[in-house]
């Protein structure tokens, strides 16, 4: 009577990370938002932890600037292809969702040159009323909103500023464009109006009439207007920036007030942005972008503070898109190319507040990731405790940007995900709800002697150093060595122990010790190759192990190591954490090996003998010389062909060449390929492998020639496991016909179920797998689902896949699925992801389609690579290399962002501020982070997806019945 | 096969003179042309008549075109009643020495009168030095059907529906395909789909040897399913997966060799295949009724099983696996576990097929196991303890192998 528990299946709920390639930055002090757009044509606007909204522009053009009107929900957005775009926050059914309401490009007058319109600077003036719009050609437009009516009779022309320029500006050359409009802070009908070339003037709005000429006469790069409305301040491309008095009454007598070159005596670069915020008591604080020395620092990316005697330059990891301060000042929100940073200006030191979104993901470039699903509370405060060790260097003072109210319930469980990082470091996220929080890295390095100082600390700059630069920011994409490189990752959740695989063949054992602790690791090496000759490994070496005690802190700590010969990249790893026993393998065979005993058990080679490649290392390098060779002889051949036939059209020829059609060899597969012994999986499983009335522990191991090794494995009793050896006996071996990569094992119980993880039947976590009934394997290859049965190996049912769609299965993983209508039915199935980017649920164990939609676009190799699955439905894939895609197949569990955010309440006051809300502390970052239901009206099926996915790319889907089931 | 021949005479009755042959002795009788009874019959049925009780004896027969054919099973044998106008000449020799190998031409043939005067059992040419060597045409068994037209009756004309055995042969399948544009007829008018195309078939490869594929035909279909809208890759995919009984669809560029564009042939039934004992001079000779495909048994019996389903496929397929099973906990050692002892393991039981050498099929899964185990699976050691039903390696540790449908099990 149930119908199929996966029945609603949800498209991409969520993105997780910092946005690739962001290029504009706003804030509304009003609503307390932030918003970023990206150069793809995004829109994403965070407030508290948990608020976040998306939207993506139908244009796919850069975002240069936005701007919120000030008190007001909307927003205006500036693209590269010169249109403005307004959105707004409706609310909806008591929650916010981000729509695009109109759009409007200027047009100038018949014959006029594009440069006339082309917008370059934007005010959103106070009023919430009126956008002005400063072009390339100097023009000044007067666009009335939120509807864009161009209000002809207020423009200010370059004509009308031209004629009032005084006569002693440089012989009133041309003015250029328009670099930047700011309103006067205490007379709204005041605005000024700084052109490319340096001269500013006072406008005033009502009169239509300059009021004041400022001429600067140094390229402008942009201007501030302080908070009293006295002075201007104005930066310029020569690293200079000047103060100005506003407002004189004698419009001749202006004077530069005060002119400083920062950085000075050697040419500098451009200050690009400069603002001053006043304290309560005392001077004020001074902030401006750029201005470095351009010979010695002209490649650095600062920001410069300066507050009284303190002066600091903070230096960035990357490109600075731009910057803005929270009014008290408390804090300075610095976007650059690869992360966000925000700076605590209250306290002492002015150190970085960790941010509860938009984290850098890719801080060290992501090699690969796991999920650890229901998280026992016990493991998660550890894991956060030595976290929080980590994260003492951060302020104490609570995020700064709290907009918008979070309405999503909490999470119904504790979910973890792990990265492996380029650089050896493994970070934690909790991956609970909508913010995806670091909670805790880990390193692997220490264990190793690498040209990198562990000790170089970032935020150490030397004594009396000049400018005085202090570093900030994570982002740090250089690896030293790139052996250390985190290929797969294991995680107990029960034990919290650890298995860390990486490049050079290494696998390390961890256990989380509350404690800091100084020991060695023993390094054991196995030798993969088994004696087998011929063979030389051309690839890097393994790495050194440091034979000195090695200080770890609190957290995963290493206690055994081990070393595969030749060290190849690890592509297969398990953990058994009951047996203690953990199984690697490589392109070359695979181990097994005893971590209570730091004994190596079991050693197979799977390697075929003709298989060269495997055996001379990263094979990237071999095959390209290769594929050069082939393809110079192939250009020889060619132009000796070309040189016979000269006569013929050369023209023709070359055409015919460049149109020659890429072409696919039809090939069987056949043992000779290259890396059929790379092992792709590893499993193990307590069943039937000999008889079908005693169970054993046993090993499966699957290699890309469809080949699946079997192991029995004799475990000694609980009482004599440390003394006596565990043993592994071959008992099967299965060659599949269609020779297919084996990506996936699993052994079913006498229901049909997938067996449990280890230790979770212990910890009453799990039913008991059915012993009674007769178990199955299901070997999932790149192209078809085989059910065997068990003990005797025979053929029971499969799914052909490839034969049928010609789609390769890329990623599997096993999935329960609860039924979003009955509490307590649920099935489990197979999650795949294709080649072609589409998710498939197969059931288990009848391997029978149940869906499938696409999920990642094909052509996005890395996104596919990059996607796991959770138990419970859901799908993690980097969209970018900072950004996860977060997708969900399950009805019942769902992580989407809900919330809510209400029009400010008007009080004439620019800089009215809302009352923070209480409970949101750096303390407890971690809870309540929650979900919501993002353009609930919308119910897209898959069928009519394509239409939704248009304009949804970025943003939430979701169909009436999963709204009321998240709603309650 | 061009050669002309006497008109058959008219048959009034049902009754088949057959004259046989054994070394000088010739017996003459009449059977019933449509009369019960089998090859099993036919050949105890000679063995009286000759005197020759469990004498190990081959049977051929002489056919229209006076091409001695052989006779060993059900098929042959009517096929041999059938063509016989009236008469039938058998030849009957016995199983020793060197074998005995049936060809074209191997019999004189005298272009008036059908009388057999120098009845040969190996290649001739030597006394008759005009006529051109014959094919060489191998025992039956050593046959593998590889390639295939099926379907004709139910495909468009301008459609071919070829498949191509994988496991008959160690060649590649030889071909590349590439994306390119169909121009298809449609009541629009004339409309342009993207479509995937042969783009080059390797020399010597299997889909050369065949003749049935060309550069430049469109692919239609792959094991039935439309690849309209698939890329390359997909459909490069799909044809690897089926690799192993890949049957495509095609268009071919070439629409003037089509099979029913050349005379009729309908009394051939739906299939016309080649036979081809691994050499490539068998090309294009699909549409005509060539005496090897005929007589083959494999041929025989695979030409019904094609008008099926996929279902036939997956068999295959599934018995393909290779399933090695060491239950005994002896100490590893990688050359051991295909000699490995177990005989609880009967998945399919051999049955009374052990005792049928005749009838024992081509072994077309053997040539496909993968080199590391299969090696030691070879032909001969495989068909031999089949053949004779019991473990014919007792050298190592009394290894028995078990075949049937191209299962393999090693126990």
């Known amino acids: 009577t149930n119908s199929p528990p996966h029945d609603s299946i949800k498209s991409k709920t969520l993105e997780h990370g910092f946005p690739h390639q962001p290029s504009a930055l706003g804030y509304s002090p009003s609503l307390q938002l932030l918003a970023i757009g990206t150069r793809s044509g995004a829109i994403k606007l965070y407030g508290a932890p948990g608020v976040e909204f998306m939207g993506l522009h139908d244009e796919n053009a850069a975002v240069t600037q936005v701007h919120f009107l000030p008190h007001q929900v909307e927003l205006v957005t500036l693209l590269d292809d010169n249109s403005l775009h307004m959105w707004t926050l409706k609310a909806h059914k008591g929650l916010s969702e981000l729509l695009e309401i109109g759009r409007f490009t200027l047009t100038g007058p018949p014959g006029a040159p594009p440069s006339v319109t082309r917008v370059t600077a934007v005010l959103a003036h106070s009023s919430g009323e009126l956008l002005l719009l400063g072009t390339e050609g100097g023009h000044v437009f007067i666009v009335e909103v939120p509807g864009f009516r161009e209000l002809e009779e207020r423009n200010i022309s370059l004509d009308q500023v031209a004629s009032s320029v005084p006569d002693d500006y440089i012989g009133r050359r041309n003015l250029e464009h328009v670099e930047t409009l700011q309103e006067n802070p205490v007379d709204p009908n005041q605005v000024v109006i700084g052109y490319g070339r340096g001269l500013m003037v006072i406008w005033n709005l009502e009169k239509q009439q300059a009021i004041q000429h400022i001429p600067a006469t140094q390229q402008l790069e942009s201007m501030w207007w302080t908070e009293d409305g006295g002075h201007l301040l104005s930066s310029h491309s020569d690293g200079s920036y000047c103060r100005w008095m506003a407002g004189g009454e004698d419009m001749n007598e202006e004077e530069e007030e005060k002119s400083d070159i920062p950085y000075g005596h050697f040419p500098c670069k451009a200050i690009s942005k400069i603002i001053q915020l006043p304290t309560e008591k005392g001077p004020p604080f001074l902030l401006f972008s750029g201005g470095m020395p351009r010979a010695s620092y002209g490649d650095r990316h600062c920001i410069t503070v300066i507050h009284s005697k303190t002066h600091v330059a903070l230096d960035f990891t990357s ?580 919330c809510l955010v209400e029009v400010p309440f008007r009080t004439g006051s620019a800089t009215q501020r809302r009352p923070q809300p209480d409970g949101v502390s750096s303390a407890h970052r971690y809870k309540s982070f929650c979900v919501s239901v993002f353009y609930s009206d919308l119910k897209p099926t898959i069928s009519s997806k394509s239409a939704a996915r248009r304009v949804m790319e970025h943003a939430l889907l979701n169909d009436e019945s999963e709204y009321r089931e998240t709603e309650l | 096969m061009s050669r002309q021949h006497r008109t058959p005479l008219k048959l009034t009755d049902n009754v088949v003179e057959v004259k046989s042959k054994f070394e000088a002795e010739y017996r003459r009788f009449a059977l019933k042309r449509n009369g019960p009874g089998g090859f099993q019959e036919f050949y105890r049925l000679l063995q009286t008549i000759h005197r020759i009780p469990g004498a190990d004896v081959m049977l051929g027969y002489a056919d229209v075109h006076g091409d001695l054919l052989p006779i060993n099973n059900n098929d042959n044998y009517h096929k041999a009643l059938s063509a016989a106008n009236p008469l039938l000449r058998i030849i009957i020799t016995k199983k020793e020495g060197e074998p005995v190998v049936f060809a074209t031409n191997s019999l004189q043939r005298r272009k008036k009168g059908l009388g057999l005067t120098g009845l040969r059992t190996s290649v001739t040419g030597s006394t008759h030095s005009r006529s051109r060597p014959g094919l060489m045409i191998g025992m039956p068994q050593n046959f593998r059907q590889i390639s295939s037209i099926i379907d004709v009756d139910i495909l468009p004309e301008t459609h071919r529906r070829v498949r191509l055995h994988k496991h008959g042969t160690h060649k590649p399948l030889g071909f590349y395909i590439r994306d390119g544009v169909s121009v298809r007829v449609t009541s629009q008018g004339v409309e342009k789909v993207p479509g995937v195309f042969i783009s080059r078939l390797v020399r010597g490869g299997l889909a050369e040897s065949t003749g049935l594929l060309g550069v430049n035909d469109e692919i239609l279909e792959v094991n039935g399913i439309d690849v309209a809208g698939k890329s390359l890759d997909q459909v490069t995919d799909m044809m690897v997966a089926n690799s192993h009984n890949l049957i495509v669809t095609v268009k071919p560029a070439n629409q003037r060799n089509n099979v029913v564009h050349r005379g009729t042939k309908t009394s051939m039934g739906n299939s016309g295949s080649v036979g081809s004992a691994g050499s490539n001079n068998s090309a294009l000779s699909h549409d005509s009724p060539s005496p090897a495909s005929q007589s083959n048994p494999i041929t025989a019996s695979n030409s019904i099983a094609e008008g099926d389903s996929d279902d036939d496929d997956d068999d295959e397929d599934d018995d393909g696996d290779l399933i090695l099973e060491n239950d005994c906990l002896a100490p590893y050692d990688s050359h051991l576990v295909t000699n490995s002892n177990n005989t609880n393991l009967n998945r399919d039981s051999p049955g009374g097929r052990s005792h049928n050498p005749g009838a024992a099929r081509p072994l077309p899964q053997s040539v496909s196991l993968p080199n590391s185990v299969g090696a030691s699976l070879s032909d001969s050691s495989t068909a031999l303890s089949n053949h004779n039903g019991n473990p014919a390696h007792m050298s190592s540790s009394s290894q028995e192998s078990m075949r049937e449908d191209g299962n393999i099990i090693t126990l």
Not at chain 1, 502 to 525: C, F, S, W
Not at chain 1, 562 to 573: G, I, K, S
Not at chain 1, 887 to 895: C, E, P
């Open chain 1, 319 to 898: 490109r600075i898109i731009d910057f803005f301060a929270i009014r008290d000042p408390s804090a300075l929100v610095v976007l650059v190319e690869e992360e966000l940073v925000v700076i605590d200006l209250q306290t002492e030191g002015w150190p970085v507040i960790q941010t509860p979104y938009l984290v850098p993901l890719h801080s060290s470039a992501i090699t690969c990731s796991h999920h650890v699903s229901a998280i026992p509370l016990k493991l998660w405060e550890r894991v956060l405790a030595a976290g929080d060790l980590q994260s003492k260097h951060y302020s104490k003072e609570p995020w700064p940007i709290t907009g918008g109210q979070n309405l999503a319930p909490d999470p119904p469980q504790r979910d973890l995900l792990l990265t492996g990082h380029e650089d050896g470091t493994v970070r934690f996220w909790d991956a609970s709800g909508v913010c995806l929080c670091p909670m805790y890295k880990l390193s692997t390095s220490g264990v190793f002697h690498t040209d990198a100082d562990p000790n170089d600390n970032m935020n150490q700059g030397t004594e009396g150093e000049w400018p005085p630069f202090r570093k900030v920011g994570c982002f740090d994409p250089y690896s030293d060595d790139p052996r250390l490189g985190v290929q797969k990752i294991h995680l107990c959740k029960y034990s919290g122990y650890l298995a860390v695989a990486g490049t050079a063949g290494q696998i390390l054992m961890l256990e989380l010790n509350d404690e800091a602790a100084e020991h060695t690791v023993e390094a054991k090496v196995v030798d993969l190759l088994q004696g087998q000759e011929g063979f030389r490994w051309k690839g890097h070496t393994q790495l050194d192990v440091r034979e000195e005690p090695v200080l770890f802190p609190p957290g995963f700590q290493p206690f055994t190591l081990v070393q595969c010969q030749p060290p190849a990249v690890v592509t297969a790893l398990t953990l058994h954490s009951e047996w203690k026993l953990v199984a690697f393998g490589t392109s070359h065979g695979f181990g097994l090996y005893d971590y209570q005993q730091w004994n190596n058990v079991l050693v197979k080679c799977t390697l075929n003998p003709s298989d060269q490649l495997a055996m001379e290392g990263p094979l990237s390098r071999v095959k390209s010389i290769k594929k050069s060779l082939r393809q110079s002889f192939r250009r020889i051949r060619r132009s000796r062909v070309s040189l016979r036939k000269h006569h013929v059209n050369n023209a023709a020829e070359l055409a015919e060449m460049e149109l020659a059609p890429v072409q696919r060899k039809i090939e069987a597969r056949s043992s000779d390929d290259s890396f059929t012994g790379l092992v792709r999986t590893i499993y193990f499983a307590d069943t039937f492998l000999s008889d079908s009335s005693h169970n054993t522990p046993s090993l499966w191991a699957g290699t890309n020639g469809g080949c699946v090794f079997a192991y029995m494995l004799r475990l000694p009793a609980a009482e004599r496991r440390t003394d006596e050896l565990v043993t592994a006996q071959p008992a099967k071996e299965i060659q599949l016909m269609h020779r297919a990569p084996v990506v996936g094992i699993v052994v079913l119980d006498g229901h049909g179920a997938p067996l449990p993880e280890p230790l979770e039947v212990a910890h009453d976590l799990a039913r008991s797998p059915d012993m009674q009934g007769s178990h199955h394997l299901v070997v999932i290859s790149e192209e078809q689902f085989k059910v065997f049965t068990l003990p005797k190996v025979s053929a029971k049912m499969k799914l052909k896949l490839t034969a049928v769609d010609g789609s390769r299965v890329r990623r599997v993983g096993v999935a329960w699925f609860g039924s979003s209508r009955s509490e307590d039915y649920g099935e489990s199935g197979l999650v795949v992801l294709t080649n072609q980017g589409d998710v498939h649920v197969v059931s288990l164990p009848t391997v029978k389609m149940q869906v499938h939609y696409p999920c990642v676009r094909r052509e996005d190799v890395s996104g596919i690579a990059s996607c796991v699955f959770t138990k419970h439905g859901q799908g993690f894939y980097l969209i970018s290399p900072s950004e996860f895609e977060r997708f969900s197949l399950s009805a019942r569990y769902l992580v989407e962002p809900r």
